[in-house]
């Protein structure tokens, strides 16, 4: 482990502190520093419980900007040694604290065919994370997004060009590394094949291993050659590489043979949350918890019950589960991590301050949201034509309620009648096809339906009324009918009667608004889609089958 060298390139006094560090540490001290648990509080008596345990970092969910960069300063100053303090900060400093910049989703930015809007987002996440003292973003999402049905990658990806994934990605690590924070490229060996999420499964990636290296293995070579300095791993099995179905996370197969060894990475692994099922039902976790570090991974990431987890680990190690080569060995990296990030000189508690980025924020929104189709040619719609817009909103998203507001006020102010969709509750209520015709100009469809994590779906559920009610598409042929999606872009698998389809990618207000102004004909759609929005897996089944 030559720590002068790539990705951590530490001077002979960095290297001594590493080395000077470990020696002094106990055996507690170690495995203490093998773990990145999630905090549940900000009260000091519940932080210095975690320090006790001699954490090797920690994360919050984004909070209050001051309190967040509050609780990271008090931490700093009262551990033993630096932490890595990491956030998700995929959108843009909006995963560290609630009053920082959303930029836009990964797609969103792969769609503007510009990858120095990588670089802005990868600039806005790392300089609002620093501002509330965090030095680690668990970004960019490098997965390839070839299944349209999972559930998960989706809007967090680049989309399914390679060349796209690998651009954007190196522009986002180039700024973190400009404005001293780190990456950790993410979720190895690659998601986006199953259509399963390893929240609630251990999910596969089922290629080929000539079609991975060209594909996923030709992302994580380039990234890794460019200098990531950490490598989040998923609960991904790879069967083709490995010939089972164990997670990455818990396979020596892939964490040494294929990350380590064959694509030279020298920097920190981590895992991907390990209260998943798809790390959590692949092996005992009394096992599990020692064996992820010995078969390869540097850090465990969260817990299911922090204080057990540490007993697991320790009591692993006394088993001969956790060697004690491995133990150092993993330590030492997280050390060297914390030293490339000069974290052994200097900490920045930051001020929990904000620069303002609403001109970048306007034209990625402006660059990114595509026209798919307008096969009715119905757009711009105008007053004039289209005066009477019934607006329906299609999932179930917490921030439903806000989308549709900004939508019909923006409607209204553009001298539009809008009638927000109500569900039926009798048959006596319908319209006939007559009445329906006769009260509404156009139907805007306004899908709001997010990716997130523990769903086995990211799809259009419908109000029905035994398959009546005007919430379903039948009219579609009676009244011009109009989808935005402000999520998902494979909606088309659903509606594909509907002839006139938007994907904005994104449901953050600048987004929202420069989608009405596109709509209405005030600006030009520009955004060039990342995948394929007509619910086509050719590419993936392709690759499925081929051997050389």
């Not at 969103?108 to 809007?117: G, Q």
């Not at 301050?353 to 040619?377: G, H």
């Not at 509404?440 to 769903?455: C, F, G, K, P, W």
């Amino acid at each position: 482990m030559n720590l002068a060298q790539k990705p951590f390139y530490l001077n002979d006094k960095a290297i001594k502190w590493v080395d000077e560090t470990l020696t002094k540490m106990t055996i507690d001290e170690k495995i203490g520093q093998l773990f990145l648990p999630i905090g549940y509080s900000t009260d000091k008596e519940y932080l210095d419980s975690l320090l006790l345990h001699h954490i090797g970092g920690l994360f919050f969910r984004p909070g209050n900007a001051k309190e967040v960069q509050e609780t990271y300063q008090y931490v700093q100053q009262h551990s033993k040694i630096p932490l890595l303090t990491a956030a998700n900060l995929e959108d843009g400093g909006n995963g560290a604290a609630v009053e920082a910049t959303a930029y836009g989703r990964q797609m969103a930015v792969a769609a503007t065919a510009d990858p120095s809007k990588a670089y802005t987002l990868g600039k806005i996440a790392s300089r609002d994370g620093s501002a509330v003292g965090i030095n680690w973003g668990f970004s960019p999402v490098v997965d390839l997004d070839y299944n349209f049905r999972n559930p998960i990658t989706n809007v967090r990806s680049y989309g399914s060009q390679v060349d796209m994934v690998i651009k954007c990605a190196k522009e986002y690590i180039r700024a973190f590394h400009d404005n001293n924070m780190m990456t950790s490229i993410k979720h190895f060996p690659g998601d986006g094949v199953d259509e399963r999420d390893q929240h609630l499964l251990t999910s596969v990636n089922s290629l080929p291993v000539p079609a991975w290296r060209r594909t996923y293995g030709k992302v994580y070579q380039e990234l890794i050659d460019f200098g990531s300095k950490a490598v989040m791993v998923g609960h991904i099995a790879f069967p083709a590489y490995t010939g089972d179905d164990m997670p990455a996370t818990l396979s020596p197969k892939i964490l040494k043979d294929l990350l380590r060894d064959e694509l030279n990475f020298n920097g920190l692994v981590i895992t991907d949350a390990s209260p998943m099922v798809g790390f959590c039902s692949a092996m005992e976790r009394r096992k599990a918890v020692p064996y992820t570090i010995q078969a390869g991974c540097d850090m465990l990431l969260f817990n299911r019950e922090f204080e057990e987890d540490v007993q697991f680990m320790k009591e692993g190690f006394q088993n001969g589960i956790l060697t004690e080569e491995r133990l150092n060995e993993a330590v030492r990296k997280i050390l060297a991590t914390k030293a490339s990030l000069g974290l052994h000189l200097s900490i920045n508690y930051g001020n929990a301050q904000f620069e303002d980025y609403s001109n970048e924020q306007k034209d990625l929104a402006d660059k990114a949201i595509t026209l798919v189709k307008d096969e009715q040619d119905v757009l711009p719609i105008t007053p004039k034509k289209y005066k009477r817009v019934l607006v329906e909103l299609l999932g179930n998203s917490s921030s439903n309620d806000e989308v549709l507001k900004k939508v019909t006020n923006l409607l209204t102010k553009n001298n539009f009648e809008v009638t927000v969709y109500q569900p039926e509750t009798n048959f006596w209520d319908l319209e006939t096809v007559k009445e329906f015709k006769e009260s509404y100009d156009l139907v805007l469809y306004v899908a709001n339906v997010e990716n997130s994590s523990n769903q086995t779906v990211t799809r259009i559920n419908w109000h029905t009324l035994f398959g009546l009610g005007n919430n379903l598409p039948w009219f579609v042929r009676e009244v011009p009918t109009v989808l935005i999606s402000f999520g998902n872009p494979y909606h088309i698998f659903d509606l594909p009667m509907v002839d006139t389809v938007i994907n904005a990618y994104c449901n953050y207000e600048h987004f929202i608004k420069a989608t009405i102004d596109k709509l209405v004909g005030k600006s030009e759609f520009k955004g060039n889609s990342p995948i394929n929005p007509f619910c086509s897996n050719d590419i993936l089944e392709r690759l499925k089958h081929e051997n050389s």
